[in-house]
């Protein structure tokens, strides 16, 4: 391991009823592949920085009397470099072991797991706290079907039977693992740092409905609960095996929402019915297309007064052009294919079209609930993670 792999400890994940428990050999390969990560991150990658400061950079500078202009020439410049490639090749490799790995606990337990959701549908004694409506007749988007999203199996509409939870599952494990531990023993920092953000931001604000858009399992929408707690709060996303796993874990956590299968392009919802939009990483995979009509639709679902909040990672404009390239080889290497194209949006000019006054549209940082709360004070280098201990989070007032 590298010196700074002690930067990635962190707590164990949060046990609750919908968790797959690996077995013993399971969980020695889960930890394998989560040690492997971390040592990609502390190992590798400043031998990356080290190799493009130190000798492309120099190199390139000298040949042609400037510095390289951007992620793209940067791109062309490491790609052949025999240090960028070993790099690249295992961050690949590790992302696929991840979800093999997971994948065992999740097929082994699946028929369990099934019947666990099915019973947290109809609730203790027929009376469940939140609710779950599905849409079987709803046309899921291509650009949701068509990739599999970091790589997961499945992607996020996978169905393999009835009532299936399995790609829902996968993921609540998986991230967990793909981030090190770094999203807290929930995975739940950016929505909590979202809705800790909201509450300092706007001390006076007390919204009485809110949704989640893209919710995928939740892990960002409980937080939102637990600010507000006299706020309905709804969660929609296109999956189905997601919004069941979704529901059967709020329900074990002891947490009411209403999960809805609804594309956040064009909701069902009335005009001006919540008073509180949020997103949660939904910007980055989501497509070019889909990504104005989303901010319309949240413009139309906002109450006067309302706010949406749409938290990602950090915008390019926020890091030099080498973090750029380094966090784009999530677009290029980990069937991210949106990633990179949604930073070249100007997001604030897509909210004025979309109907918000321009100066009700602001990019602010959120800080990391979870990562000040445990001590968690460095600044990673660009990889699988944003430089810094802090959201991109987009807000517009209505």
């Not at 164990?12 to 009823?17: I, M, T, V």
């Not at 940067?74 to 690249?88: C, D, G």
């Not at 961050?91 to 797991?113: F, G, H, K, T």
Request: aromatic content about 10%; proline content about 7%.
């Amino acid at each position: 391991m590298g010196e700074n792999s002690n930067a990635f400890a962190a707590v164990p994940q949060a046990r609750h009823a919908m968790l797959v428990e690996p077995d013993r050999d399971e969980l020695a390969r889960q930890d394998f592949v989560r040690s492997f990560k971390a040592y990609i991150q502390s190992g590798i990658v400043p031998g990356v920085h080290a190799t493009y400061h130190g000798e492309v950079k120099p190199a390139f500078a000298r040949r042609e009397g400037r510095e390289p202009r951007d992620r793209h020439e940067i791109r062309q410049l490491m790609t052949p470099h025999p240090v960028f490639r070993t790099y690249a090749s295992m961050q690949r490799v590790s992302q696929e072991l991840l979800w093999d790995v997971v994948l065992d606990s999740v097929e082994r337990e699946l028929p369990a797991l099934v019947e666990k959701a099915r019973a947290a549908a109809a609730g203790r004694g027929g009376r469940p706290l939140g609710s779950l409506t599905l849409d079987p007749a709803l046309p899921l988007p291509n650009y949701v079907t068509g990739v599999d999203i970091h790589c997961m199996p499945g992607g996020y509409c996978g169905e393999r039977g009835a009532d299936d939870v399995g790609v829902g599952a996968l993921y609540d494990r998986g991230v967990y693992i793909y981030a090190l531990g770094m999203m807290g023993p929930y995975n739940d920092d950016i929505g909590g740092s979202a809705a800790k953000f909201v509450r300092d931001h706007y001390p006076q604000f007390r919204p009485r409905r809110i949704l989640d858009m893209g919710c995928t399992v939740g892990h960002s929408t409980l937080p939102f609960v637990d600010a507000f707690p006299d706020a309905e709060v709804h969660a929609i996303d296109v999956g189905a095996p997601l919004l069941r796993y979704a529901h059967a874990r709020a329900e074990s956590l002891g947490r009411k929402v209403h999960f809805a299968q609804q594309d956040a392009t064009r909701t069902n919802f009335p005009d001006g019915h919540f008073d509180l939009v949020c997103s949660s990483i939904l910007f980055h995979e989501t497509s070019g297309k889909a990504l104005p009509a989303i901010v319309r639709e949240c413009h139309r679902l906002l109450a006067p007064g309302g706010l949406a909040v749409h938290g990602d990672l950090p915008p390019f404009w926020a890091m030099d052009e080498f973090n750029q390239f380094m966090l784009d080889c999530e677009t290029w290497y980990n069937n991210e294919p949106y990633w990179g194209a949604m930073r070249e949006v100007d997001q604030v000019e897509v909210a004025v079209a979309a109907g918000f006054r321009r100066e009700d549209v602001e990019f602010m940082m959120a800080p990391s609930a979870y990562r000040s709360a445990a001590g968690h004070e460095r600044s990673f280098e660009a990889g699988e993670f944003a430089p810094g201990n802090a959201w991109q989070v987009l807000v517009t007032r209505k």
